[in-house]
RNA sequence: GCGCCCGUAGCUCAGUUGGAUAGAGUGUCGGCCUCCGAAGCCGAAGGUCGUGGGUUCGAGUCCCGCCGGGCGCGCCA
């Protein structure tokens, strides 16, 4: 509808060009938006407005040059001039009731477009650290990066869903040297656990597991693990630093002391055994939640193949490394980042920031004509310096969006909820959908822009009244259903045809809102999918269910006349399979009975 | 100190490339079930859009300063 009416607008332009009411440049963007009230018809465009400077006239005057210029529309009922130029545009009825039959007819597949032209994107998300279960912050990435593939995917994207799985980082080792030192502790040997440690209680069940399946093969005394180590971190209860110990150095050699002390063999075990376990239930966690991915991508495997040594060697080539008190660094500061950044530590281990640039690189080198990353906000200094590193190596940074998704903050009894991360006692996902069930967890996630903060009000998210808009979007899809139900109660029978071609009777002011609404759905999709913004599915999500509920306590659906009876069953399935078309896409289910 | 994000009704938030009289939900108050699900609907009240300038036909939206909040500024990830 909206491009039909740029359409018409355009082809206006051209005829007042040829006339010579209007010098060459034509404008490539046709404003065009919804009239926010019906007064001012369907559809309004401040074209004139925009173009009257390089026309030298008053706006109004060149409104109505535009309109009388404006081709004939059967889908138009009247345009107007209104206030200081816009042009108002009165669709026809029929233009709203063909909405209907295109439901209808397309099903499942209305409100999906041919926009994004197959082009390849890949949009990485999570890709938390398999070092221990996903929490309620990464959740919020979770619904969110899903949502914007499926809507990317609706547009017409070829979309890629990948985790990338830092297996191979120096983060692993310490979860390896978490689990072991907890299984000494279960085996009854003194163990002071490092600062630097991982302290969830999921280290010691799966250190406890360790043991049941391997018995003591792993116990060395404590005081062989602890000798001669460098001093750690100590800090007392107020968290004031005592000392002068470094819980990296230490941590790093507690590692290296688990290595030496296990031997390659053992220590491989351990190292898979932590890995394995915690991403199976990550895999498993995400899946539940309705996220499921293409690619599970392997830092190791990255590793492994060479990559980051060759992209380092590149980026060597290309003039961009040097090195400094024995460590190498990466000139970002030559595109734009704050400061230059380290990318192999002068103990020889590469950072970080090294295998995220070997990883990007390798997206690029992939072929995707766009790449997507999903972050936490907190990450958001990290963007400069990927996108510098890109650009040294000769790739176009605009190719790569980042989006920044703030955290979530859980409030119950209308007090925060959520507990530290440093001590280990987090809220975990799966204790949240546990809570709240997927559902209102997927919903509520995206209900927010993402770089907003989220406070997630877990009572709400439970209710089960039109407070919670979870239940309020399903509860009307819910009442279609019922509907349907009822007319096989009370012996109608239901004629599809017969009520299209009765469409002219849905004529009530509800009807006609309803009829708006609906009609919007294939715009939101699309404004949502391009701006990355689920947010906006959400809201008209809601709008809908309210056009629809209002709708249904004026107005019966089941009354007696045929006609009108089938068109109102139209109308009313119509609204039923946009509702489930959306619920879908923000990963929500459509109950038929609640 | 520097950088990024945010500041809109009591509370939580929308506000479409700058457009017409700034909107929802919630909360408060008041109505609506002999009738397809009241898990619903309708109405009332509630605003110096943090603040001061600027840009223009027009600014919640763009630019600059200030105030307030969050995050970041590691040879951590």
Redesign the pocket.
Known sequence: MKLHLQTLLTQAIDRLRQDGWLPGAVPV?????????R???DF???LA??L??IARCK?RDLAERMVAALPASDRLAKV?I???????FFLTPTAYHATVGEILERGDAFGRSALGGGRRVQVEFVSA?P?GPLHVGHGRGAAFGATVANLLEAVGYQVHREYYV?DA???MN?LAASIWLRYLEHCGEPIRFPS?GYRGEYVRTIAAQLYAEQGSAYVVPAARVFADLPADEVRDEAGNLLGTGD??IYI?ALVERAKALLGDHHYRYLFERGLNTILDDIRDDLREFGVVYDEWYS?RTLEEQGAVNQTLHRLRTAGYVYE????LWFRSSAFGD??D??V????G?T???A?DIAYHLEKFERGFDWVIDVW???????V?RVKAALQALGENPDRLDVL?V??A?LYRNGERAQMSTRSGEFVTLRELRQEVGNDAARFFYV???S?????F?LD?AKS??????V??I???Y??V???L???RE?GFSRDEQRGLAHLSQLSELHEEALLVALSRYP?VVE?AAL?H?P??LA?YL??L??AF???????????PDDALRDA?LNLSLATRQVIKNGLNLLGVSA????
């Open positions: 963007d046709i404003p065009l938006e919804r009239s926010r009230d007064t001012h018809g309004a465009s401040s407005l925009s009257a400077k706006p107007e209104a206030g200081p130029g816009f042009i108002n650290n070092t830092n980082g120096r983060q310490i630097n819980k990296e790093d830092e400094k008190e024995g460590a704050e400061k950044r380290v192999e530590r002068d103990n281990q950072t970080y920031f295998s936490g906000a907190d990450h958001h200094g990290y400069p920044l703030q955290f903050i209900m927010r822009k770089e907003q903060h989220l406070d009000d709400l089960q009244s039109k407070d919670n808009p239940y309020y399903q509860y009307a819910a009442r259903c019922s509907v139900r009822q007319l009370k715009e404004a701006s913004e947010h906006q809201h809601r709008e269910a309210n509920h209002t709708y249904y306590n004026e107005h019966r659906v089941l009354v109102r109950p038929e009975v609640m």
